[in-house]
């Protein structure tokens, strides 16, 4: 082999080389830029593609993924916890402040000088709206009063099986590549995560329900998704905030109870920044395989 063949043969390893190099250089910093748009824009939900990358980069962006994924549910969880403290703390206030005024009105009620007298309508009147409000401070303890969970090995497509048979009228679109695949969660919390963000679509006209699973070995993430109508970015940062509703009957715990119950799981719950394709809105339930 000649000198100048050689000369060539380098010559054209070490331009490749620098090429390959250039453009690694310009994908990490492409992958810099989007890292921090998400961050700008609090988007922990954003992940970046592993897949074709050479051994260090792909371990890097798996940890810089798993990282995004633990800040989304340690803001989740916080967020969870702040609104638990509120919410105890104002219907402990509500109900000391309600107990004695139930207790008076009953009292004049049943006394001889308020009976037949046109006093007795008033008091009537407030003794059964303190009742209706100690009803209603009562039913929103729940946030603040979930139940243990039961975690276990769970096949999700049991799970998926039961929630289908209670909306009988959608069209569902299931794709679980592994039909077998089971999760570490709570089987009647998980289904009760799903009636809710279902029975929330079903409400804004949904007509079908997408359901698909992506799962690295670490975490397994179930995406659900509807064609109802889409939410408007100002309702969307307010859905998980207890109390929070569009609906004239709605009491706004669904979804802020789906998120704790997740949260329990050491899973998580959020609103996916963008939909699957084809539908307007979906959810991100994030769960630990087996």
Same mark, same amino acid.
Request: glycine letters at 4%.
């Given at each position: 082999?000649?000198?100048y063949?050689?000369i060539?043969?380098?010559?054209v390893?070490?331009?490749?080389?620098l090429?390959?190099?250039?453009?690694?250089?310009?994908m990490?910093s492409l992958r810099?830029?989007l890292?921090?748009e998400?961050?700008r824009?609090?988007?922990?939900?954003?992940?970046?593609?592993?897949?074709?990358?050479?051994?260090g980069?792909?371990?890097?962006?798996?940890?810089l993924n798993e990282m995004?994924g633990?800040i989304?549910?340690?803001?989740?969880?916080n967020?969870?916890?702040?609104?638990?403290?509120?919410?105890?703390?104002?219907t402990h206030?509500?109900?000391?402040?309600m107990t004695p005024?139930?207790?008076?009105?009953?009292?004049y009620?049943?006394s001889?000088?308020?009976? /037949?007298? =046109? !006093?007795?309508?008033? %008091?009537r009147?407030?003794?059964?709206? @303190? +009742? #209706? $409000?100690g009803t209603f401070v009562?039913?929103?303890?729940?946030?603040?009063?979930?139940?243990s969970?039961?975690i276990?090995?769970?096949?999700?497509?049991?799970?998926?099986?039961?929630v289908?048979m209670?909306y009988p009228?959608?069209?569902?679109?299931?794709?679980?590549?592994?039909?077998?695949m089971?999760v570490?969660?709570?089987?009647?919390?998980?289904?009760?995560v799903?009636v809710?963000i279902?029975k929330?679509a079903v409400?804004?006209?949904?007509?079908n329900?997408?359901?698909?699973i992506?799962?690295?070995g670490?975490m397994?993430q179930?995406?659900?998704?509807?064609?109802?109508?889409p939410?408007?970015?100002?309702?969307a940062?307010?859905?998980?905030?207890?109390?929070?509703?569009?609906?004239?009957?709605?009491?706004?715990? /669904?979804? =802020? !109870?789906?998120?704790? %119950?997740?949260?329990?799981?050491?899973? @998580? +719950? #959020? $609103?996916a920044?963008?939909?699957?394709?084809?539908?307007h809105?979906t959810?991100?339930v994030t769960?630990?395989p087996?």
């Amino acid at each position: 082999m000649s000198l100048y063949l050689v000369i060539f043969i380098l010559s054209v390893i070490i331009i490749a080389l620098l090429v390959w190099q250039w453009r690694h250089q310009r994908m990490l910093s492409l992958r810099v830029r989007l890292i921090r748009e998400a961050l700008r824009n609090k988007d922990f939900m954003f992940r970046l593609p592993t897949k074709r990358m050479l051994p260090g980069d792909r371990d890097l962006h798996v940890a810089l993924n798993e990282m995004f994924g633990e800040i989304n549910r340690l803001l989740a969880r916080n967020e969870v916890e702040s609104w638990q403290r509120l919410t105890r703390v104002l219907t402990h206030e509500i109900m000391n402040a309600m107990t004695p005024i139930s207790s008076i009105t009953q009292v004049y009620i049943d006394s001889s000088l308020v009976k /037949g007298t =046109p !006093l007795e309508e008033g %008091m009537r009147a407030i003794y059964d709206t @303190s +009742l #209706s $409000l100690g009803t209603f401070v009562d039913s929103y303890r729940k946030l603040t009063q979930l139940q243990s969970p039961h975690i276990e090995e769970v096949a999700l497509i049991d799970v998926l099986s039961t929630v289908r048979m209670l909306y009988p009228q959608l069209e569902w679109h299931v794709d679980l590549e592994n039909k077998q695949m089971r999760v570490l969660a709570d089987s009647g919390l998980m289904r009760q995560v799903l009636v809710n963000i279902v029975k929330n679509a079903v409400e804004a006209g949904a007509c079908n329900i997408d359901l698909r699973i992506d799962a690295d070995g670490k975490m397994a993430q179930m995406l659900v998704s509807n064609d109802a109508t889409p939410i408007p970015p100002e309702v969307a940062r307010e859905i998980f905030v207890p109390f929070f509703t569009t609906k004239a009957s709605g009491s706004g715990i /669904g979804l =802020p !109870l789906a998120r704790q %119950m997740m949260l329990a799981q050491e899973g @998580s +719950l #959020s $609103l996916a920044d963008t939909p699957v394709a084809g539908y307007h809105t979906t959810f991100a339930v994030t769960m630990k395989p087996v």
